[in-house]
């Protein structure tokens, strides 16, 4: 296995220096080196933003689609080729924003799909405005006297939701992150990982210190099959545990369709029966 | 009963159901059109319905003909009133000729009592077991009133109700004996006579409506996945298909939304799938973002719009053919897409088919436009030919190094799949370079785009030409699109003239080369469409920059029947 199957040639990197995506860029990139996933048969989708420019950063099938809309297209990819392992990366805004409904509905699919979302809690691309995620009182050039809204509890969603896997990981930490992500990538059906990282250009709230001071790891006392439990942690918002939450294992969206009961075979080898089809039309004579 | 004779029909008979939604209307149009085919008449039946689920006041409308009939007519010989206030809900279409049959609780006084028949269907139903039975007694009134065989209805009768238990079976047979006494005493007392010529051949067509030709055309074009959000009318294509989603291989995705439900469809193209997003116009708004997506990616989509009336919520259960323009312009940016719009049962099947070709080879959207009028009429056609249009798959296997933008000579780059070769295939929403990577290369950019549109030049060549029908030398062309063909064929040919041809188009973007010269042969050119605005004289005008004289419009949510259209057209060429 060569180590450098996922870089890139040559690419301008359109991040600023110190930005929260290069490390999760790595943990991504060893979660799949170590896990033997060939770039042929990955393939990532992603929204728009700085964070969803991820995956131009590395070798893999790439759906760069709409902001917001990755999930769809994501569980989309895996129904028609279940051969494919499929990863949605994007970021607060993205995924928790403009795709709020998309979120809510994917966890209810389950799909065998692992879900990386960079969660820096502000926008990036658009520089600086609050996002779904962004704390009580954070002030930016638009919520000028800081944002009221609660902020948004993916993890608490998710976990209200039954998601399959449900993990929240922080990028200063590439090592736990890169365990997290194999994990995800490993389990079968959804898998949340929400990844919280700084943004260095606009978000002076919550940098690396602030994380490093106020997120902790659930140690192995936790039981993830606990869904109480789960909620209950996924509540915590003095300091922010991160670790696997909640597991819920059950079957993929993929593996419910008939299509895959006979045959595993993705849709584009096959071609319609026309014999049955001929048969329908002709039942249409009446008797 | 009167003794002197009511009426005699020949030819064509059009028959009119009426009453409240749940009553069983549909129920007794689909026995009654099933048995008239198949005793060897030509049937055609259309609904008009309120959007509720109990109650209100519908209508359907079956024609039974010695001739081949395929469009409403606005004439009713039999009405049938299941409920009170069918007879105001119909009274405009009601002639001195028209005679009524059914129940004096359903018509009560609202009808004057020569042109009335009494006929106690309810009574009828409890002798023989139930109200539930007054569905067959009625189907099978009005199927000896036209002569059909009792076997043939006795034998369609097993055949509907195979797997029920026998009691039921039997109490319908004997349903069908009281009804057919009734219909026996009226013919023989010659208070009515109706007197169609049958044709044994009809007996081996098929009868089906739009919903099932765009379905089985879907089935034949090699769709396996459908992504919708239940809208009317287009829903019952994406019911159908998840009735027949195990038999064929189709995935059928309920979506949180049409964003969704568009997303989806694109992503499972990617993946080599064929997809099909089905919504009506408010749900195709939805979908504009993501036609945008398939635009920038070169991605083929097969989108079905059953169009209905708007803007917003409209008349959800009825009929337009107003998101032509809409469907034309959709979607932010520049890009080709290609607009089918099917005038026939047959055409619904063939173009639906046609579509996932042509959406796969040129790597465009295709969008189908149909309506509620043509979703849910029903009409015999000889058959379906699954030979005509061969499944042509175009991606290809990637080798590495794979550009899934390739600049080419042709114009179109080969499309890859994931998972399908050594290569990797990149898209982006962004502008992209060959490989598919963002890009800020404006020189580049010019090429991208240039690569986009050149695609309506190259589609071109299987652009689907106008169906001409009529004298080539002619001085009026009548031309429409889409749902109106039969409704404009068969009132011309009742007005019989001679220097009048009529231009119907199936495929309305890009319009046929030979468009213009067409409209340029005529001295006076009409327009007829089912919506307020002519859009399809108004894009003629925008592809062509030729102007059409007259416009027949038609926008209160019902089809154009053949007398009306008659009419204007009459006052038009005078």
């Given at each position: 296995?060569?180590m450098k199957r996922f870089d890139m040639e040559e690419i301008d990197i359109a991040w600023c220096p110190g930005c929260g995506n290069f490390a999760i860029l790595n943990a991504l990139k060893q979660a799949l080196y ?5 770039p042929?048969?990955l393939?990532v989708v992603s929204g728009i933003g700085q964070a969803a420019k991820a995956p131009h950063y590395y070798r893999c099938n790439l759906f760069n ?22 990863i949605?990366e994007s970021g607060?805004g993205c ?21 990386i979302v960079h969660n820096n809690?502000v926008y990036g691309l658009t520089k ?43 990028a200063g930490?590439t090592?736990?992150t890169k365990?997290?992500i ?13 990844i919280?990282q700084p943004c260095v250009t606009y978000n002076?709230?919550?940098?690396y ?79 | ?423 990797l295939?990149v898209l982006d929403s962004d502008e992209h370079d060959e490989e598919g990577h963002i890009t800020e290369d404006?020189?580049l ?130």
């Open positions: 296995m060569d170590e896990l033997e996933v060939k042929e048969k393939v689609g709409l902001h917001g809309r990755s999930l769809p297209v994501a569980t989309a990819i895996k129904a028609a080729n279940p051969e494919l392992v499929v949605d607060d995924m928790y924003g403009e795709g709020g409904n998309h979120f809510i509905h994917g966890i209810r699919r389950n799909p065998d799909i692992t879900n809690m600086g405005q609050a996002s779904p995620t962004s704390l009580q009182g954070f002030k930016t050039p638009v919520q000028r006297n800081g944002v009221f809204q609660e902020a948004f509890n993916p993890i608490a969603l998710a976990i209200s939701l039954g998601a399959s896997f449900v993990a929240r990981a922080f930490d090592s736990q365990k997290m194999k994990k995800a990538i490993s389990h079968k059906g959804y898998a949340l990982v929400d919280l002076k709230l919550n940098t210190q602030w994380f490093k001071a106020n997120t902790y790891y659930l140690d192995t006392s936790h039981d993830p099959y606990d869904r109480m439990e789960a909620f209950k942690k996924a509540s915590e918002m003095e300091k922010l545990p991160l670790g696997v939450f909640y597991l819920n294992p059950k079957p993929a969206f993929e593996e419910r369709w008939s299509v895959y009961q006979g045959s595993r075979d993705p849709l584009y080898t096959r071609t319609p029966d026309l014999t049955k089809l001929s048969e329908w039309i002709d039942s249409k004579r009446g008797m | 009963m009167k003794d002197h004779v009511l009426s005699r029909f020949q030819e064509d008979v059009s028959i009119v159901l009426c009453g409240k939604a749940g009553q069983g209307i549909q129920t007794v149009e689909h026995m009654l059109t099933q048995t008239l085919k198949l005793s060897g008449y030509h049937v055609f039946s259309t609904q008009e319905y309120m959007s509720r689920i109990r109650g209100g006041t519908n209508s359907t409308l079956i024609r039974v003909s010695s001739n081949r009939v395929s469009a409403p007519v606005n004439r009713i010989d039999l009405l049938i009133p299941f409920s009170p206030g069918a007879v105001s809900h119909v009274r405009k279409r009601i002639s001195t000729e028209t005679i009524l049959l059914g129940e004096k609780k359903a018509y009560g006084d609202e009808y004057q009592e020569e042109k009335a028949i009494d006929v106690p269907l309810s009574e009828i139903a409890s002798e023989v077991g139930g109200p539930i039975y007054s569905n067959t007694v009625a189907v099978a009134l009005l199927a000896g009133l036209l002569k059909v065989e009792r076997g043939v209805l006795d034998q369609y009768l097993r055949h509907h109700f195979a797997g029920k238990d026998e009691t039921i079976i039997q109490k319908n047979l004997e349903a069908a004996r009281r009804g057919y006494e009734v219909s026996n005493e009226l013919t023989r007392s010659g208070r009515l006579q109706i007197d169609l010529i049958k044709h044994t051949e009809i007996k081996d067509e098929i009868l089906i409506d739009g919903v099932e030709a765009l379905a089985m055309g879907a089935i034949a074009g090699g769709c396996n996945f459908l992504s919708f959000y239940p809208m009317s009318p287009s829903t019952a294509v994406a019911v159908l298909l998840a009735e027949h989603s195990k038999e064929f291989g189709i995935i059928v995705e309920q979506a949180e939304d049409e964003i969704s439900a568009m997303n989806m469809g694109i992503g499972a193209w990617y993946a080599g799938a064929r997809g099909l997003a089905s919504t009506s116009g408010g749900g195709f708004a939805l979908m504009v973002e993501g036609l945008s997506l398939a635009g920038m990616i070169e991605s083929p989509m097969v989108v079905h719009i059953g169009q209905r009336p708007g803007p917003a919520t409209g008349l959800p259960t009825r009929t337009e053919q107003g998101e032509l323009l809409f469907a034309l312009y959709a979607g932010h940016g520049e890009f080709p897409r290609i607009i089918l719009a099917p005038g026939t049962i047959e055409d619904c099947f063939y173009l639906a088919q046609k579509a996932f070709n042509l959406a796969d080879q040129y790597q465009v959207p295709v969008f189908i436009l149909t309506d509620q009028y043509l979703l849910e009429s029903h009409y015999n056609i000889p058959s379906l030919d699954l030979e005509r249009t061969p499944l042509m798959k175009h991606f290809v296997e990637t080798k590495r190094g794979y550009k899934r933008y390739q600049l080419t000579e042709a114009g179109l780059s080969p499309r890859g799949i994931p998972g399908f070769g050594e290569g295939v404006l020189d950019r010019i090429k991208m785009v240039n690569k986009r549109l050149k695609k309506l030049d190259l589609l071109m060549k299987d652009v689907l030409p106008p169906v001409f029908v009529g004298p080539e030398n002619y001085e009026i062309l009548i031309v429409g699109w889409g749902s109106t063909y039969h409704a404009i064929r068969e009132a011309l040919e009742r007005l019989g003239t001679k220097d009048v041809a009529f231009l119907h188009f199936k495929q309305v973007y890009p319009l046929h080369p030979n468009t213009l010269t067409h409209l340029k042969k005529a001295k006076k050119t009409v327009i007829v469409e089912n919506n307020g605005t002519a859009q399809f004289g108004r894009l003629i005008r925008l592809e062509t920059g030729f102007n059409m004289d007259r416009e027949i419009l038609k926008y209160n949510g019902l089809p154009f029947s053949v007398e009306e259209l008659g009419e204007r057209l009459k006052s038009i060429l005078e």
